[in-house]
């Protein structure tokens, strides 16, 4: 069976098509390497033995997308990853973001409209939920005035999804990720950004490396506990293994509704400083870092009630943040040796 996935080379991407070819898909790759590299391909072929099918394709020229979906025309569902997904860069540019994150999911769309089943995964994000009033938050929580532009490209997305699905032979699961980290244990692949790091967990392994001089701490006068902005750090591979989950589900015609949406976190928040702590002591660096002042488009907390993901698709994140840090770093270890 074949399965496409979008911006497969990424971070979650890569990791994603690890798990689906253990499970037996055949799987093709769309990567314009944006922000990634070929060199992700050698790492999924040591850890699985099995070469995935790979195309250097923009998903913003609406030909390319079609000449692809006649050359694949037995693709049989959709694991939609590639976007650009940094906040601070979409405050900057949001024109890049429109571009890149909605008329990409357009010309996707518009390919499988045209089929008589589709199955379709998108990766969405817990940024939908803007500051939620309550934790930890449910699927259910309000869609809250979109902070960034990256967050109001995952709404819009959402709210196109639902909208075609509803006239259309689509089938979809959201999944709204709270923040990914780690590295696959084999430390053959991992988080790999082009340039300064724009997520938190790559700037601190760097900084452990000696590659940059010390962290920004953005803020230390939020209303948390011990004042720097809370999250939900959800290993890489146990996100990836949820999608595989929600793929079968669709494939298997199990999904009740047309449109189903899964938050996929771990259910616990952690602070910036209690991340900083806990990489110390996996790595055994002593971590550099400044407070500076608070950054445009980040919220205060977010963490996830995983209930639902727990219940319906019976996924449950297996891996602590001590682990997730463990493996972010000798990731880190490996590609600066």
Known sequence: ?????????????????VELQKEGFEVVIIDNLSNSSEEVLKGIVAITGKIPLYEKLDLREKTSIQNFFKKHNDVEGVIHFAASKAVGESVENPLLYYENNINTLVYIL?????????????????????????????ENAPIQTAISPYG?????????????CKVSTINSILLRYFNPIGAHPSAEIGELPIGVPQNLIPYITQTGMGLRKELSVYGNDYPT???????????????????????????NKKNLDKVETFNLGTGTGSSVLEVITTFEKVSGRKLPYKIVPRREGDIVSAYANTDKANTVLGWKAQSTLEEALASAWKWEVKIRS
């Open 152 to 164: 109001n490209t995952k709404q819009i997305g959402e709210e196109i999804i639902t909208e075609v």
């Open 1 to 17: 069976m074949k399965i496409l996935v979008t911006g497969g080379l990424g971070f979650i991407g890569s990791h994603t098509v």
């Open 225 to 251: 506990p011990d004042g720097t902005c809370i999250r939900d750090y959800i290993h890489v591979v146990d996100l990836a293994k949820a999608h595989v989950i929600a793929l079968q589900r669709l494939l």
């Open 110 to 138: 518009q390919e499988l409209q045209q089929k008589t089943e589709a199955n379709f995964i998108f990766s969405s994000s817990c940024t939908v939920y803007g500051q939620a009033e309550k934790m930890p938050i449910t």
